[in-house]
T-cell receptor, first 114, second 113 residues
Framework: SAVISQKPSRDICQRGTSLTIQCQVD?????MFWYRQQPGQSLTLIAT?????????ESGFVIDKFPISRPNLTFSTLTVSNMSPEDSSIYLC???????????FGPGTRLTVT | AQKVTQAQTEISVVEKEDVTLDCVYE???????LFWYKQPPSGELVFLIR??????QNEISGRYSWNFQKSTSSFNFTITASQVVDSAVYFC??????????FGTGTRLQVTL
């Protein structure tokens, strides 16, 4: 497994502002992902964070709204831009290892938009 | 594309009862992986088990056991002698060659004294 930390653990933000969430892993990993979990719902993949290139977004998620950076193999950021109350969710990063594709999750960032 | 169905939205049992959480998956991939995760009230997602498509051997880990049946596309999870600490939301998930996890909707397990 891997030790994954996220900052901040929670935040309350005003509508129209942006928040950047950080994800740090204690070892180099090839695969990093960002998920959203809306209240009482399951997890939905936002994007795959690719080291050295643009992230790969899932249907329904766009780079302008959720820009992602991944400068190296241990760190990634997700920005939630121009927030609205509908963005209130838990945002989780995960790391995956080949060839088993097991994914381990960070503790999550609980975001509330007012 | 993967699809995972967890038909049980919520289950409530009394401590020491056995409980089975159902998971049915759909995939066109010949190689795929199945997972179970636990999400306690604290919110963190805890990895429990991984199974690959060419290994139908069932697994037991303490009070937990998993039954993988390709014939019925099911990967069910049983907790024996449940405890209050087992109260959580349990997610079944799958991934194929694209290595992206697809989650089921989750089953909330409530274990009471």
């Amino acid at each position: 497994s891997a030790v994954i930390s996220q900052k901040p653990s929670r935040d309350i933000c005003q509508r129209g502002t942006s928040l950047t969430i950080q994800c740090q892993v204690d070892s180099q990993v090839t695969m990093m992902f960002w998920y959203r979990q809306q209240p009482g719902q399951s997890l939905t993949l936002i994007a795959t964070a690719n080291q050295g290139s643009e992230a790969t977004y899932e249907s329904g998620f766009v780079i302008d709204k959720f820009p992602i950076s991944r400068p190296n193999l241990t760190f990634s950021t997700l920005t939630v831009s121009n927030m609205s109350p509908e963005d209130s969710s838990i945002y989780l990063c995960s790391v995956g290892r080949e060839p088993t594709y097991e994914q381990y999750f960070g503790p999550g960032t609980r975001l509330t938009v007012t | 594309a993967q699809k995972v169905t967890q038909a049980q939205t919520e289950i409530s049992v009394v401590e020491k009862e056995d409980v089975t959480l159902d998971c049915v998956y759909e995939t066109r991939d010949t190689t795929y992986y199945l997972f179970w995760y636990k999400q306690p009230p604290s919110g963190e997602l805890v990895f429990l088990i991984r199974r690959n498509s060419f290994d139908e051997q069932n697994e037991i880990s303490g009070r937990y056991s998993w039954n993988f049946q390709k014939s019925t596309s099911s990967f069910n999870f049983t907790i024996t002698a449940s405890q209050v600490v087992d109260s959580a939301v349990y997610f079944c998930a799958s991934t194929g060659t694209a290595s992206k996890l697809t989650f089921g909707t989750g089953t909330r397990l409530q274990v009471t004294l």
